[in-house]
């Protein structure tokens, strides 16, 4: 029995090896199918005259990224895709930060206000927008008849939500908020229930109020957390290009264009694969920047 043992445990020690690369490879293969191959092609395409329709391809090499560059819709979708994604970040954080906070005591009826919260975040974004494309309608919307009811408009001199730039810009990043803020909730009561409770309490006995141990204990807590969120908010709203196209295909006049619609629109709708893959290719250094420096952020906290 003590001969056979030894061979028992190498004969696990040879399989462990493949058995853990036939359970990662799965992932691998897809990561490589569905993000690896698409980013190589837009390369290829970036630096390439390609276009819908056309057989042959030529090298250009950064003619793409200099017309790009000097295409004041290019500048415009840029300044849009910032102030989308700050605005939008800043209203997710400090509207999931606050509901985090409703939720997390129990009581009557918190589990339908939970469901009721992360519906818009389970139903899919296309449905979500149309719906919103409709409330938001320059005719039939229901929040521009109710003001109307509220006597805080004249009939004949109702806003346009999605026909006025400010207003267009306005609607898209709520909507997008709409969307959003149901994800970060989750991320921030998990982040409020992992804090250990001793903390609070014993902030409590000394006499610190709700403000001073949100601002001192809670808040610097979670902070890895808070960055956590922040970091999947802005990725998913920097190449975030359903809402911008359902609800204004980028208008009016570009000023609710981002530069995903804007590559689309150049790519796809335009026929001009190699101007939409070079503006494509922009989202890249700006995320992985993003990313590092977000991610540096959740390392010092810990560390601290």
């Given at each position: ?128 927008s149309i719906g919103w494309k409709w409330i938001l309608d320059s005719i039939y919307s229901v929040i521009t008849w109710v003001l109307v009811w509220l006597h805080f408009f004249k009939p004949y001199n109702t806003p346009m939500w999605l026909g006025e730039p400010h207003l267009a810009m306005a609607s898209v990043i709520l909507v997008h908020c709409w969307r959003l803020i149901p ?122």
């Amino acid at each position: 029995m003590a001969i056979g043992a030894p061979k028992i445990k190498s004969i696990g020690a040879a399989q462990s090896p493949l058995l853990g690369a036939a359970m990662f490879g799965p992932a691998v293969l897809y990561i490589v199918l569905v993000i690896g191959a698409p980013f190589v092609l837009a390369v290829f395409y970036a630096f390439s005259d390609a276009r819908i329709g056309s057989s042959g391809l030529h090298f250009v090499g950064l003619e793409n990224f200099r017309s790009i560059l000097q295409s004041p819709s290019f500048r415009t979708a840029l300044k849009n895709s910032i102030v989308f994604t700050v605005c939008a970040q800043a209203i997710v954080v400090v509207c999931s930060g606050t509901l985090s906070i409703a939720l997390e005591k129990p009581f009557r009826g918190r589990g339908l206000v939970r469901f009721l919260i992360l519906l818009p975040w389970v139903a899919p974004v296309s449905l979500g927008s149309i719906g919103w494309k409709w409330i938001l309608d320059s005719i039939y919307s229901v929040i521009t008849w109710v003001l109307v009811w509220l006597h805080f408009f004249k009939p004949y001199n109702t806003p346009m939500w999605l026909g006025e730039p400010h207003l267009a810009m306005a609607s898209v990043i709520l909507v997008h908020c709409w969307r959003l803020i149901p994800f970060s909730t989750v991320v921030m009561l998990a982040g409020r229930t992992a804090i250990p409770k001793e903390i609070p309490e014993a902030a409590a006995i000394d006499g610190a109020g709700f403000w001073r141990t949100l601002f001192q204990i809670n808040l610097p807590m979670m902070l890895p957390i808070i960055n956590v969120a922040v970091l999947f908010g802005t990725i998913f709203t920097f190449t975030d290009m359903t809402v911008v196209y359902i609800l204004t295909a980028g208008g009016p006049f570009d000023s609710t264009q981002t530069l995903p619609s804007l590559a689309f629109a150049t790519g796809i709708q335009g026929s001009d694969l190699a101007a939409g893959a070079a503006i494509s290719l922009f989202l890249v250094p700006v995320l992985v920047l993003i990313a590092y420096l977000m991610l540096r952020m959740a390392h010092r906290a810990e560390v601290v």
